[in-house]
């Protein structure tokens, strides 16, 4: 499977980042809309899945947050 260079952007920055982060903060890290962020969750989730790890999404504090994490799997 061919990986985008935007993909991995996102996921080496969610990989770096101590706590789950905002779409805005991908955004305005990386220099992407929120619209393409929020795009690129599929193929995010999708390589991060083939790790062996999962990419959680949810809201925190209103706003939604993403982080990869080793969860247990339901």
């Known amino acids: 499977m061919a990986i985008s260079e935007?993909?991995?952007m996102i996921i080496r920055f969610l990989r770096r980042s101590a706590s789950p982060?905002?779409?805005q903060q991908?955004?305005?890290k990386l220099d992407l809309s929120k619209?393409?962020?929020y795009r690129e969750l599929a193929?995010?989730?999708a390589v991060v899945a083939a790790s062996g790890a999962q990419l959680a999404v949810g809201p925190v504090q209103?706003?939604?947050r993403i982080?990869?994490?080793r969860c247990?799997?339901?």
């Open 43 to 45: 193929a995010v989730s």
């Open 26 to 28: 991908v955004s305005e």
């Open 67 to 69: 982080h990869i994490c």
């Open 6 to 8: 935007r993909t991995q």
């Open 72 to 74: 247990p799997r339901s």
């Open 35 to 37: 619209r393409t962020v």
């Open 62 to 64: 209103g706003a939604a």
């Open 21 to 23: 982060v905002s779409v």
